[in-house]
T-cell receptor, first 117, second 116 residues
Framework: GAVVSQHPSWVICKSGTSVKIECRSLDFQATTMFWYRQFPKQSLMLMAT?????????EQGVEKDKFLINHASLTLSTLTVTSAHPEDSSFYIC?????????????FGPGTRLTVL | AQSVTQLDSQVPVFEEAPVELRCNYS??????LFWYVQYPNQGLQLLLK??????LVKGINGFEAEFNKSQTSFHLRKPSVHISDTAEYFC??????????????FGAGTRLAVHP
């Protein structure tokens, strides 16, 4: 199957700083990517849909000014957590989907563990 | 709108025993159904999916699931589990659109713990 990578795999930062997480599709082009957030022992919550060449679409309740998404190319989407606070500590996972007519499968990155001190 | 309910938050089982992880969904439109597995500190891996056709779907690692439209269920089964199957399992649903990309709605997850 297709491979999606994330960088970094874990990051620790001080409160008030910004952190950038990269999501790359390694062997296919992804015009759309999804960003999820997962709290410990909980399910994945969709945060936003990243669209190459246009603005991201955020889910209800997600602050777009805090979680900046940039889909810079057909293989790269970035999530920047601005002015991070301890409550932003979480596991962030991205995915890149195949089109519905091609089987509608999403390939997930390995995740990024963010800890804000 | 769609929603997914995984009825068991934890399922303990002994090695080589059969297991069933339950999943029910609700939707006002036709759906696609998925089961994913997540190992600690990793992303999700697709076990199997139902898009159309045969209601019994076979996946990787010996898992299978049966789509039951009348009961709106998509339970995951394995006849004999291994220690290595210990992980978190997520059922997910997406809307049945004709084009584009579907958003996945995940259940809360079921922790499968296989004991020797």
């Amino acid at each position: 199957g297709a491979v999606v990578s994330q960088h970094p795999s874990w990051v620790i930062c001080k409160s008030g700083t910004s952190v950038k997480i990269e999501c790359r599709s390694l062997d296919f082009q992804a015009t759309t990517m999804f960003w999820y957030r997962q709290f410990p022992k909980q399910s994945l919550m969709l945060m936003a849909t990243s669209n190459e060449g246009s603005k991201a679409t955020y889910e209800q309740g997600v602050e777009k000014d805090k979680f900046l998404i940039n889909h810079a190319s057909l293989t790269l989407s970035t999530l920047t957590v601005t002015s991070a606070h301890p409550e932003d500590s979480s596991f962030y996972i991205c995915s890149a989907p195949t089109p519905i007519l091609a089987g509608d499968e999403q390939f997930f990155g390995p995740g990024t563990r963010l800890t804000v001190l | 709108a769609q929603s997914v309910t995984q009825l068991d938050s934890q399922v303990p089982v002994f090695e080589e025993a059969p297991v069933e992880l339950r999943c029910n969904y609700s939707s006002s439109v036709s759906v696609y159904l998925f089961w994913y597995v997540q190992y600690p500190n990793q992303g999700l891996q697709l076990l199997l999916k139902y898009l159309s056709g045969s209601t019994l779907v076979k996946g990787i690692n010996g898992f299978e699931a049966e789509f039951n439209k009348s009961q709106t269920s998509f339970h995951l089964r394995k006849p004999s589990v291994h220690i290595s199957d210990t992980a978190e399992y997520f059922c997910a649903v997406s809307g049945h659109l004709s084009g584009g990309y579907n958003k996945l709605i995940f259940g809360a997850g079921t922790r499968l713990a296989v004991h020797p």
